[in-house]
């Protein structure tokens, strides 16, 4: 699984411009070999007994008496396996057609063979130095994707945002490691996780904070989420992959795959867990219905979404299936409506702006129903996928926390309003582009991963969940709680987020169906001003940290310039100006020396005629 993508990568990038003829077509062959083997390694994980689904392949010894590089197959990396290269094929088939006219598609290919390789290594690590490395390869990867148009500053700022703020993440996640390593000797889960109980409860939260540190950087979580919304200045299938399948799930994993050791049922860890859940969950809702930039408001909605999941995660074992369930459909319904928004891009010669969409549903008609399918599942439309994964969390979570349940409740119904508003603004009303836009349908190397994204959307959310099906097949990997939780569609708390869906919807509908959407942007109110410029998270980042930044590198400055090097060249000219003067004594006149020695003679006559005296 991961050599294969890995070597497309190292063949497209080493090959260089020789592969240009056909590197996107080994890109596209190398990820669809990778899924052929997940899957059949899934066949034969499900022959086996529960019991004996947890299956370790060392590889060879890293780092002596630390940590090997060794794989890890169970239900959960399994799970995570099949999501990565299902998904991931079928962006890169849909890069074929919306990358056909860029002259480094051949490049484009490799870093996504790259981004894939990255996250299977990360997932199927069976220890946290592996995980590490992977960790990191998706970091470089999603850096060298977002920048892959590094001639537009907007794009190469963009790159460099996510690298730095992924770095503070990644930071935590090292230091949680040297802690786990001083506590019990190991990196290995196998060794760690049965030992966690015995650590003071003080290690264990500390562990479980620089961990969840970490999980925020990858998966965008507060306070490390603003480097997401930027990540947009990348070609969409970048989008499309970060958002879905790869990086922005990484977080989640890290919490579910270590949460029985570091983030148990009731702890500290935990509970700070589900607050930043629900926290990113409503910031990245309300930064969504401000966003007239189709892309921004879907990334406003990944936030949003990993939110709910690390909301679940928080929660121990009774969140974990369903946490992982809406991973899954959400890897689909969320690449099924960036794809969308790529394919309405491609019709409208790259604009983005929705303010100059509408009336595109004729024009584009398998477009608007694959998107619009994929709407259906977000909003949690009864039935389709989401439906049964995001209110399985609300319910979840209703019994654990019935505050941050309701919370997660009104995220929904912020959810019908910004995604509603999208579809409506895009497909719906009279035309707003200009007339050398000439909107059509894509190709159907485009439209057929639309297709199968948008099926996928519809029924996997009851699959999982029904019959708690997801959940007994992760426990040999993540334990199962004491009561399995089940879905109930008719509970109070999934009626009243399907109420609050609905009077979201018809707002949007209220607001942008019948009434002229401006051409130009108004201002606003204080609170649309508030979500546009994504709750001010960029400024609170240069108050904080950049212009101190700026005033301590300024004063680092000062201080070389005028302390060390001051100490430095003082010294030197002090040297300089008293060898100067000294050497004036040196006239070459022999009757100068003959006097110097007479007077120094007749001074230490002196001296020791008076000291004899004494």
Known sequence: MIVLPLAGAAILLIGGRATNKWGHLLGVLMSVGAFVVAALVFLQLIGLDPAQRRQSVNLYEFIPG????????????????????????????????????????????????????????????????????????????????????????SAAVAAKKAFVVNRVGDFGLLIAMFIIFAQFGTLQYAEVFPAASQAS??????????????????????????????????????????????????????????????????????????????????????????????????????????????????????????????????????????????SVMHAMNDEVDMRRYGGLRKLLPITFVTFFIGYLAIIGFPLLSGYFTKDGIIESVMHHNAILGWLAVLGAGITGFYMTRMVVMTFFGPKRWDEKAHPHESPAVMTWPLIILSIFSVGLGAYLILSNRLLVFLGPAVGQPAELPGFHPFSVPGLTTLALVAVGAGIAIAKYGRSEVPVVQPRGSFLTVFARRDLYGDALNEALFMRPGQWLTRLAVFFDNRGIDGVVNGLAAGVGGSSGRLRKIQTGYVRSYALSIFVGAAVLAGAWFVVGTL
């Not at 991931?88 to 598609?105: E, F, K, Q």
């Not at 997932?123 to 390869?137: K, M, Q, R, S």
């Open 66 to 153: 630390v940590a090997n590089i060794g794989l890890l197959i169970d239900p959960l990396s399994i799970s995570f396996c099949l999501l990565i290269t299902f998904v991931g094929s079928l962006i890169h088939i849909y890069s074929i057609g919306y990358m056909s006219h860029d002259p480094d598609r051949r490049r484009f290919f490799a870093y996504l063979n790259l981004f894939v390789a990255a996250m299977l290594l990360l997932v199927l690590a069976d220890n946290y130095v592996a995980l590490f490395i992977g960790w990191e390869g998706v970091g470089l990867a999603s850096y060298l994707l977002i920048g892959f148009w590094q001639y537009k500053p």
């Open 201 to 342: 409860q003080g290690v264990l939260t500390a562990i479980g904070l620089l961990l969840l540190l970490g999980a925020c950087g990858k998966s965008a979580q507060l306070p490390l989420q603003s480097w997401l919304l930027d990540a947009m200045e990348g070609p969409t299938p970048v989008s499309a992959l970060i958002h879905a399948a790869t990086m922005v799930t990484a977080g989640v994993y890290l919490v579910v795959r270590s949460g029985a050791a570091f983030f148990p049922e009731g702890s500290t860890a935990g509970l700070v867990v589900t607050i930043v859940g629900v926290a990113t969950l409503l910031a990245g809702a309300i930064i969504g219905t401000a966003k007239d930039d189709i892309k921004k408001g879907l990334a406003g909605s990944t936030m949003s979404q990993i939110g709910y999941m690390m909301l679940a995660a928080g929660i121990g074992p009774a969140g974990y299936a369903f946490a992982i369930a809406h991973l899954i459909t959400h890897g689909f319904f969320k690449a099924d409506l960036f794809l969308g928004a790529g």
